[in-house]
């Protein structure tokens, strides 16, 4: 870890990340990058599909596990802690919200894993539902919400249990143009309002532009 | 510092091994103890008993072993061809076309599948018999008679694997071949039977399967005349006293249910079909003909025996009556049977439950193993899944040759045990047909949100799979517990003759003269299809899981 950033108290620091997949030969989908995120920013990532910039953001939360280099919150050291003890929340491509709990139950899950309880969780739950423009739509089973609805759900979730750092995949590219346009206005209203630090994955240039506050292109498994 | 990460995740996986391999001790041990080992010993026997191949040979060569292969082989291909003949036109009947009372008719059409072998027997003789409704057709102890009875049973099979795949596909598919300029027999030839091709040759293969081990079907209908593998092993075992003959024609038996086995699995991989959002269309009128004329004849089939055998068991001197009902609850005469039926009834309950609990505990340990595919789990899987290549009375064989000495200290000669033990390992594999598939169908990245929200593992596996499989775990426990009353041909070797369970009862009845022996087996058999038909109602109605196209 070099020594300018362990003197940030804290933020996100990616060092010669390495990450490859079994095969013959085994597949190197992210290739040696570093990158630093400081609090309260949102750093896209923009890229072709197969860059490797899903790999990475799944090394950085937890889900797939490096061959090399090193994951850092400030100075605690994350590359071996599992997914659950980051701190660090996700929104998926396609949202994947619990098929069996309704929307308020999705979004009260985080909370119930911090052990908050019912009273505080049903008052943040009403926030987080007012936050996304979703009001009144707790009971309802995520079978019957539209894409947008379900992807608002998504970041709803994710944002409950206040994660330091945010990462999107793809979180838009299931909807359609217009809604794709005008829900990336509001993400990123949302992610100023929460003050969330976010890395953002996309190929969408646009997208990358409207809610990130810095890009980084990727291309081959590396950053350019 | 590559190194470094690679000796961690190294030692980490040879833990994580440990670990599988230490889960995967308990059932291993249980299908050793009472499946490979007592099934491998039969068919050592029938290979290698004193060294002499030359006499399992000559068993071989014997003409009542050939008239038994043939009579299998022929009855199960005329029972496949059957099942298709009838079953196809409903498929398409149900599958294709949406209108009022198809959730029901589906129902209908498909129960016989849940029925107990035995109860079919049951029916179909109460049909056929000589005093039968129509038993002037002269179809007593006929080969005819049990084809029709294998279809009866099986075109339930074709509708719901054919019919299922039919529904699924997508309309648009057919469609878009019509705008190409197909005409409507062209499409369904070009696109719509390509389609289904994997699921026909699929239900070909596992009816083809079921129609093998038909035991008690055979037993029952064939009487003296028509015997197969399965009841030739039966008679050997229980007449003869020839157990090295038993066990070179179990042998045979595994031999031909293995190649059917295979070449069902090989037809189940290819079906990879998308389900469809799209709508069934009611039929047109024209079409309404067609469903109803597909329908027609399935339903005839299903309704004669079933409607004879309510006859039958109805049926007193000079009318109709409770009469046999009510001797379901007093001691038949004469020492036809040591109990009463409905003894034999509690017995059965008791049984079964004992059985769907033994077979609950294996099928959640095999499957919380393999349902993240692996070359062990996929070895394990074939393990457990392989009572379902050998027939039930193969297993019942093996039990009962083989547990008839202590076996590493624990002595179950003769015990009440070896039956709900024997019910466990057939239920097995079907239990876990249900629940691997749905264990599988659980999105992978479910899990990972969830750890993103700061689940810890157990508590991903509580809310996440336990959550998502608990409707599927009721329905496959309920499922067991369903073939574990029905099961007969394990039960026959097994089940003690002064405990007999509500199954082995019925066979015996039947096999007893007299109108009163005959008239409260068909009472029994009532009774059984009933309990099984409410408690596969029950399953069908828990498996069907909430939200699970998420």
Known sequence: MSPTAAQHSDGLTVADLVVTYPGRPPVEAVRGVSLTIAPGETVALLGPSGCGKSSLLGAVVGTIAPAAGNITWGDEELTRTPVHRRGFGMVFQDGQLFPHMDVARNIAFGLRMAGVDRDERDRHVKELL?????????????????????????????????PRLLALDEPLSSLDAELRRRLAVEVREILRAAGTTALLVTHDPAEAETMATRVRRMADGKLI | MTSRAATVRTRRSALSLLRWWAVAAAPLVFLGLFFLFPVGSVLARGLLEDADAGAAL???????????IATTLGLALAGTLGSLALGLPAAWALGRFAWRGRALMRAALTTPFVLPTIVVAA???ALFSRSGVLGSWGLDQTPAAIVL?????????????????????????????????????????????????????????????????????VLILGGSRVNTIETEIYIQVNQFLDLRAASVLALVQVVIVAAALAISARAGRARGLTSSVGRLRAPRPLE?????????PAVLLLLAPLTALVERSLRVSGGHGFAHYAALFTTPERGVLPVAVWQ?????????????????????????????????????????????GVSAVVVGLGLLLTLNRSVLGIDLRASWWLVPIAQAIVALPLMLRMLVPAARAIEPRLRDAAATLGAPPWRVALHVDAALLR??????????????????????????PDRPT????????????????????????????????????????WRRFEGSGL
């Open chain 2, 471 to 496: 409707p599927t775990a009721a329905a496959s426990l309920a499922f067991a517990f369903a073939i574990a009353l029905g099961e007969f041909g394990a039960t026959a070797f097994v089940a003690r």
């Open chain 2, 149 to 217: 009875a294998l279809v009866f049973f099986n075109v339930s099979v074709v509708v719901r694997i054919v019919g299922g795949a039919w529904e699924s596909l997508p309309p648009g598919r057919a469609l878009a071949a019509r705008t190409l300029g197909a005409s409507r027999a062209r499409a369904f030839a070009e696109v719509t039977l390509p389609s289904l091709a994997p699921a026909l040759a699929s239900a070909a293969a596992v009816v083809f399967l079921f129609c093998t081990t038909s035991f008690a079907l």
């Open chain 2, 123 to 125: 029916a179909f003789s």
């Open chain 2, 58 to 68: 000559a068993v071989l060569a014997e003409p009542r072993t050939r008239s038994a």
């Open chain 2, 502 to 541: 509500l199954t082995t009862a019925i066979a015996r009845l039947l096999s007893r003269p007299g109108p009163e022996n005959v008239g409260l087996a068909f009472a029994a058999s009532v009774m059984l299809a009933l309990i099984v038909a409410s408690v596969m109602l029950i399953s069908e109605r």
């Open chain 2, 344 to 388: 034999a009834a509690v017995n059965s309950l008791v049984t079964a439950a004992v059985a769907m609990l033994i077979a609950g505990v294996v099928a959640l340990f095999v499957m919380s193993l393999i349902a993240r595919r692996s070359r062990r789990g996929a070895l394990l899987e074939a393990i457990a899944m392989l009572p379902l």
């Open chain 2, 288 to 296: 309404r003909w067609g469903v109803a004329g597909a329908l027609l």
């Open chain 1, 130 to 162: 007012a936050l996304v423009g979703l009001e009144g739509l707790g009971a309802r089973a995520v079978g019957e919400l539209s894409g947008g609805q379900r992807q608002r759900v998504a970041l709803a979730r994710s944002l409950a249990p206040r």
